[in-house]
T-cell receptor, first 111, second 111 residues
Framework: DAKTTQPPSMDCAEGRAANLPCNHS???????VYWYRQIHSQGPQYIIH???NNETNEMASLIITEDRKSSTLILPHATLRDTAVYYC????????????FGKGTRLHILP | SQTIHQWPATLVQPVGSPLSLECTVE??????LYWYRQAAGRGLQLLFY??????ISSEVPQNLSASRPQDRQFILSSKKLLLSDSGFYLC??????????FGSGTRLTVV
């Protein structure tokens, strides 16, 4: 079973920031938080990951709470191309590190 | 740079026919390799993963099998396809602690 909980769907107006929450209350000390997204009929695409510090790259920002039990993915200026299913995943740092995907959040960007 | 190749992009096969989907990775050595399936309107289901040549772990009982004859080659097979094998098949690779990179997928329709 996936170790994360996400809302099934969210709407966001184009040009606004999209904030996607994720709960991972059972995360352990050696597990990272990863975010992927899947645009229709494509393979999932890596977005960002982090351990305990906030992270930012050209696609998004990741805010992880101090207790690491939840995180938020922020798309600062959402566009229609950001419409996708977003997956939050926790993943350990070892050799046998298979990812179990949950159902994710279906993000609709509204024009 | 690393690349992952997956083919064919689409496939229509009759019930009872065999299946062979191939995935190859370039630009890296000893990757972890994965096969996922996504049924229409459903989430990603991990089918098989491999941490080395000849090492295959199956996640769910099913009509499919996987093999890793070479370090960067991962093959998904079936001797006799069922209607329920229809779906979007995705291959992925990772380094320990690194993000997953997915192929472009194969859409299989069993008729």
């Amino acid at each position: 079973d996936a170790k994360t909980t996400q809302p099934p769907s969210m709407d966001c107006a184009e040009g606004r920031a999209a904030n996607l929450p994720c709960n991972h209350s059972t995360i352990s000390g050696n597990e990272y938080v990863y975010w992927y997204r899947q645009i229709h009929s494509q393979g999932p695409q890596y977005i960002i990951h982090g351990l305990k510090n906030n992270e930012t790259n050209e696609m998004a920002s990741l805010i992880i709470t101090e207790d690491r039990k939840s995180s938020t993915l922020i798309l600062p200026h959402a566009t229609l191309r950001d419409t996708a299913v977003y997956y939050c995943i926790v993943r350990p740092m070892n050799r046998d590190d298979k990812i179990i995907f949950g159902k994710g959040t279906r993000l609709h960007i509204l024009p | 740079s690393q690349t992952i190749h997956q083919w064919p992009a689409t496939l229509v096969q009759p019930v009872g026919s065999p299946l062979s989907l191939e995935c190859t990775v370039e630009g890296t050595s000893n990757p972890n390799l994965y096969w996922y399936r996504q049924a229409a309107g459903r989430g990603l289901q991990l089918l098989f993963y491999s941490v080395g040549i000849g090492q295959i772990s199956s996640e769910v009982p099913q009509n499919l099998s996987a093999s890793r004859p070479q370090d960067r080659q991962f093959i998904l097979s079936s001797k006799k396809l069922l209607l329920s094998d229809s779906g979007f098949y995705l291959c992925a690779w990772s380094r320990p602690g690194g993000g997953y990179t997915f192929g472009s997928g194969t859409r299989l329709t069993v008729v």
